[in-house]
């Protein structure tokens, strides 16, 4: 065992302040493991100055031995290892602490068990050489990331995003881990999710509440670039670079500055692209295409796409270790159909939205008839497509009152074309479409006359219609009245 102390006090004091932590340099303890003396040497002496106490081993068991019987902040340790390679030694080390961040390292940077180590848990995987500054951000982050102290879990309290609305679990889960990525600036982020579930918004939101929100947030739509000029537009290019670089232009990784690059469908991101990226968030540097000069990569990747990242590197079109590398912290958002509980909060926060933007009105509401309706429906557009359906509806409902009979065509009760098909119906399918419309807005009418007692101005005036064109519609659909 190799025991290596931080520097003096002072040192140690002004350091642990870079870090933004209360809790004293001597308790950050990290555990190295590694069987080459003089790497193992070469990163006790880096973190060490860096403030950190480090407790050397040249092999897992000894490692794991110290974890037993001593409180360890992080590990780090080598993939290729005698006896317990390192994959053995994270798994057993977080059988005993669970919360340990751990971070490997190896000198295969995107073999399979380097990708394997990120999929069952570890925090980072560095190649070697490893080179100093990202060794210390690494271990910054993932102590960072790896324990809440008590003043950045009050900080998290403070943290909302208020144009993500639910109160359902599975959207504060979503909501806590945003949180976490805005406290942890560093932190690189992929988020997933059906189209109009909120991405763009959730990833927003991280930037705003960031530590640095007065930088630059720029978005990337990676399915709208062209795939020749993908890798000029993200890392720019020299002039002459290529036929039709007339200047030299900076890329949007430079434009972000210290900010946030929200890469949005990230899934559309040439293969040979992704490689490119991948080495510029391994290394934090890149190079403009034609260019030999080196620049220094400073902003957060903030990725998002609808389609399953796991599925797309099993098929081959997406790169492994670039998910890993991005996928410090996942935030799955929900579908609508997932969170039905939330729909009537949704609706109401629409609608007071609505009366702010119309100033001077009243918020419109929703009759339960037409509430009902809308829980009943599949969504597939998900929030987006609820935000749709209102606007139309409060363009429609006179008074403000907004019923079944106001909303779009296809978010009202209907029979499907495969229904008709099976029943061996050859109708048009428009007409029974029309026809099943019908019905339902009859039994609506002659429902709300039946709860009125048929008094027509009353139920007129509940519809959201004048009375003489309620009694057009009781003509059309032979509804008698007293």
């Known amino acids: 065992m190799m025991t290596l102390p931080a520097e003096g006090e002072g040192a140690r004091e002004s350091r642990c302040s870079s870090l933004k932590r209360p809790v004293e340099p001597d308790r950050r303890r990290v555990v190295l493991v590694e069987d080459e003396p003089d790497m193992l040497e070469n990163l006790a002496r880096t973190l060490k100055r860096a403030g950190y106490d480090c407790v050397g081993f040249g092999n897992g068991s000894d490692g794991l031995e110290y974890l037993l019987k001593h409180e360890t902040d992080l590990m780090i340790t080598d993939l290729k290892l005698p006896g317990m390679d390192g ?174 690059l929200f890469l949005d469908e990230i899934g559309e991101l040439p293969f040979a692209v992704q490689s490119k990226l991948l080495r510029t968030l391994e290394n934090r540097e890149y190079r403009r295409l034609g260019s030999l000069q080196t620049l220094k990569l400073e902003a957060r990747v903030i990725a998002a796409t609808n389609r399953n990242l796991d599925q797309e590197v099993e098929q081959g079109r997406f790169r492994a270790d670039l998910l890993y590398r991005l996928r410090v912290i996942e935030i799955c958002l929900p579908s609508l159909r997932e969170r039905r509980e939330d729909i009537p909060q949704l609706c109401a926060h629409f609608l007071a939205t609505r009366a702010g933007v119309d100033a001077g009105t009243a918020a419109p509401r929703l009759s339960s008839e037409a509430l009902e309706c809308m829980m009943m429906l599949p969504w597939p557009g998900n929030v987006r497509q609820l935000k749709n359906c209102l606007d139309h509806a409060v363009a429609r409902a006179s008074d403000g009152m907004i019923f079944p009979y106001h909303l779009p065509d296809w978010a009202r009760p209907q029979q499907s074309l495969e229904s008709d098909q099976e029943e061996g119906t050859q109708e048009d399918g428009r007409a029974s479409r029309r026809r099943t419309l019908q019905s339902f807005d009859r039994d609506y009418i002659v429902a709300l006359l039946t709860r009125t007692d048929m008094n027509v101005t009353r139920a007129a005036k509940e519809m959201g219609v004048d009375r003489r064109t309620l009694q057009r519609l009781m003509k059309r659909y032979s509804i008698l009245g007293r």
């Open 87 to 260: 994959i053995e030694v994270m798994e057993t080390a977080k059988v005993r602490q669970p919360e340990l961040p751990v971070i490997l390292l190896t000198a295969y940077g995107t073999v399979p068990t380097a990708v394997e180590a990120m999929r069952k848990g570890a925090f980072e995987f560095l190649c070697k050489p490893v080179d100093p500054d990202l060794l210390r951000d690494t271990v910054r982050r993932a102590l960072d990331f790896g324990r809440l102290d008590t003043e950045t879990a009050e900080s998290l309290k403070g943290i909302s995003f208020p144009e993500i609305v639910g109160g359902s679990t599975v959207v504060q889960r979503a909501l806590e881990l945003a949180r976490r990525a805005a406290i942890f600036s560093t932190s690189h982020v992929v988020v997933t999710g059906e189209t109009g579930t909120g991405k763009g918004l959730v990833a927003r939101g991280i930037h705003e509440q960031s530590p640095d929100s007065e930088h630059p947030f720029i978005t990337v739509d990676c399915g709208a670039l062209p795939a020749d000029l993908v890798e000029s537009e993200l890392f720019g290019c020299k002039k002459g670079a290529f036929s039709g670089a007339d200047v030299t232009r900076p890329g949007l990784l430079q434009a972000a500055g210290r900010g946030s």
